[in-house]
């Protein structure tokens, strides 16, 4: 079976505000004590799986959980086991799981005889779940309210607690899913997590706070030559939202690494270019998506941009005879502060229920004409470019920049439509260019920077006279690296 669901992380602030809420007349509070099963090398967590033993009441469920469409459903199989059985186990410390009801599926990593073999409990969840049940015109939701902690399975006092609110569909819709999970959401402040008990136990057991920064996956993009502008536009939100919702996760949760917000930025970036280019392909796209997210983009660029400085330009710098320039300055927002804004929480909310809509009331015309001269329009206005990058002005020069990313974007959107080898064909030959650019945009950037600084820090004339120095033979530089996507084989011709 598939469940749906949408899962928050609850603020400190707002626990009593959820708790009255959530414990009202008609609910159920319910300790789940949960067991864990993985290799030592964590095969299942890698194949990204989950094999538990839960008390729920008075009985005992093993589940396994395997991922679904990556947005709000993942499969599951569940079995009630003998309680008395679990009981004597947990009592002499042999807790095994009984893997037989998988045996007729040969191709899950679970029967593989060597991972089952090394299956021990790998970590415990002790939680305590209130669950109330919202009901309107024939849709239910059930709201769990989840308070409790991750304990490390053979070290009792390595543990991490966790406050956290789940939205499960029930019966009816998928669109009163996503009205409740709004309407909580803007009452409380909540933020979205795609960060799962077992990848919390998972993270435990590594010392991570945190998953890693996560990056466009583009096997995970399902995208057809015979798909309509709605169906594809769907597709493309999905598949950017495969990025966005992890990196956005590790953030709210306190994540301060650089890589969280640089994969959130393309990602935001990637899913702008789509909104932006395909404007036409669906009539539910709402102009005020675009606008959110290039506020939230804005509002993460200035600690992006601090960052590269601290971590990159100042050192190279160093490396080129310059003095020590502190970049140690005051972000107005925090990426925490960015991600956690409402309208933000609330813009991915509308995207997501977008990406999971039928599509059969939409834009029915086929996508990949369309796509071709889209292509085609904008690789015009690369090329035109490349033969007098050198001399445009700094904003121009960046204009192109972005046209090519743009290029980049929408080529891996449609390459599954076209034949396989050509599109990554020509895809290498925007590389090159793509990092080329993405180099001399930095230094133009650093140029400013270094400029603004010099005037309460002498030390930072050095960068200035370095990086001016540099500007005209970068631009040659860029302007030839442009003229191999001139001459890149067009794969949608």
């Known amino acids: 079976m598939q469940e749906i669901e949408l899962k928050f992380l609850v603020p400190d602030a707002k626990i009593d505000a959820i708790k009255r809420q959530t414990h009202v007349k008609s609910a159920v509070t319910e300790t789940l004590a949960a067991h864990y099963f993985d290799t030592p090398e964590q095969h299942l967590a890698k194949a990204g799986m989950a094999l538990r033993i839960r008390q729920e009441g008075d009985e005992w469920v093993q589940t396994l959980k395997m991922n679904g469409n990556g947005l709000t459903s993942r499969t ?90 789940e939205f499960e569909l029930i019966e009816g819709d998928v669109a009163f899913l ?84 640089h994969q959130l930025r393309v990602g935001i970036r990637r899913l702008r270019t789509a909104l932006k280019f395909f404007d036409g392909f669906s009539k539910q796209l709402n102009p005020d998506w675009a606008l959110v997210l290039k506020q ?53 909310l ?35 470019a490349s033969e007098r990058f050198a001399d445009l002005d700094v904003e121009a020069q960046h204009d192109v920049r972005k046209q090519l990313k743009s290029l980049r974007y929408i080529s ?12 990554k064909k020509f895809l290498r030959h925007l590389e090159p260019a793509q990092d080329i650019l993405g180099e001399y945009n930095d230094n133009m950037v650093g140029y400013d920077f270094y400029q603004h600084k010099a005037s309460t820090d002498p030390n930072a004339y050095f960068a200035v006279g370095w990086f001016y120095a540099q500007r005209q033979q970068a631009a040659k530089v860029c302007a030839n690296a442009l003229k191999t996507v001139k001459d890149a084989p067009k794969f949608w011709d």
């Open 76 to 165: 599951e199989f569940n079995n009630v086991q003998d309680s008395q059985q679990i009981k004597q186990a947990l009592a002499t410390d042999s807790l095994l799981p009984d893997l037989s009801p998988y045996a007729e599926q040969a191709d899950l990593p679970i029967n593989d005889k060597h991972i089952q073999q090394q299956l021990t409990r790998q970590y415990i969840t002790d939680v305590s779940r209130t669950k109330r049940l919202i009901k309107q015109d024939g849709n239910v939701v059930e709201v769990a309210f989840d308070i409790g902690k991750v304990i490390h399975g053979t070290d009792s006092n390595n543990q991490q607690s966790l406050q956290e609110i």
């Open 178 to 261: 996503f009205d409740t999970a709004k309407t909580w959401c803007r009452r409380y402040t909540l933020c979205l997590s795609t960060v799962t008990k077992a990848e919390r136990g998972s993270m435990l057991l590594t010392g991570q706070k945190h998953g890693n920064a996560t990056k466009a996956d583009l096997s995970a993009l399902q995208v057809d030559k015979n798909m309509s502008q709605g169906a594809f536009m769907r597709a493309v939100v999905h598949h950017c939202l495969l990025q966005i919702l992890p990196n956005a996760s590790a953030i709210v949760a306190g994540s301060q690494d650089g890589n969280h917000v």
């Open 296 to 348: 939230t983009f804005s509002l993460l660029g200035e600690y992006r941009d601090c960052d590269v400085l601290q971590n990159k330009t100042q050192p190279m710098l160093e490396t080129q005879g310059s003095p020590k320039v502190d970049w140690q300055i005051d972000i107005k927002v925090m990426p925490i502060d960015a991600v956690r804004a409402n309208d933000f929480q609330l813009t991915l």
């Open 350 to 384: 509308d995207l997501m229920a977008f990406a999971l809509s039928d599509d059969k009331d939409d834009t029915q015309k086929p996508a990949k004409a369309k796509l071709s001269k889209i292509m085609t329009k904008l690789f015009g206005k690369i090329t035109n």
């Open 412 to 423: 891996e959107f449609t390459a599954p439509m076209y034949q396989t080898k050509k599109s």
